[in-house]
């Protein structure tokens, strides 16, 4: 069993800036890879970025790519976003999950979730 734990949402304004965490536990923690999701009212759950877990090999969604910024810490068993340039359009609640396959863009290609945390860019 992975426990995950995001921190790190807030309110900012357009422009600004805001860097996420994820911190997991569990009794062995060893994924293939990490991401990171959003979710906004009224609409599905998206894919934002994910890291592999050995390599630290990163994607991201064309929407964020060039703004946003994966990495991990293994040590210490977290994953962080760094988000930069934020939008109103970035405003969602934001998960952090662990997969064990080599898809990542679905949501069920994960198999634990956190429990998100709100990040509001305000206009």
């Known amino acids: 069993q992975v426990q995950l734990v995001e921190s790190g949402g807030g309110l900012v304004q357009a422009g600004g800036s805001l860097r996420l965490s994820c911190a997991a536990s569990?009794?062995?923690?060893?994924?293939?890879?990490m991401g990171w999701f959003r979710q906004a009212p009224g609409k599905e759950r998206e894919f934002v970025s994910t890291?592999?877990?050995?390599?630290?090999?990163?994607v991201y969604a064309d929407s964020v790519k060039g703004r946003f910024t994966s990495s991990r810490d293994n040590a210490k068993n977290t994953m962080n976003l760094q988000m930069n340039s934020l939008k109103p359009e970035d405003t969602a609640v934001y998960y952090c999950?662990?997969?064990?396959?080599?898809?990542?863009?679905?949501?069920?290609?994960?198999?634990?979730w956190g429990q998100g945390t709100q990040v509001t860019v305000s206009s």
């Open positions: 999950a662990v997969g064990y396959s080599t898809n990542y863009r679905a949501p069920t290609s994960y198999d634990y």
């Open positions: 569990g009794r062995t923690f060893s994924p293939y890879r």
């Open positions: 890291i592999t877990w050995r390599g630290g090999s990163t």
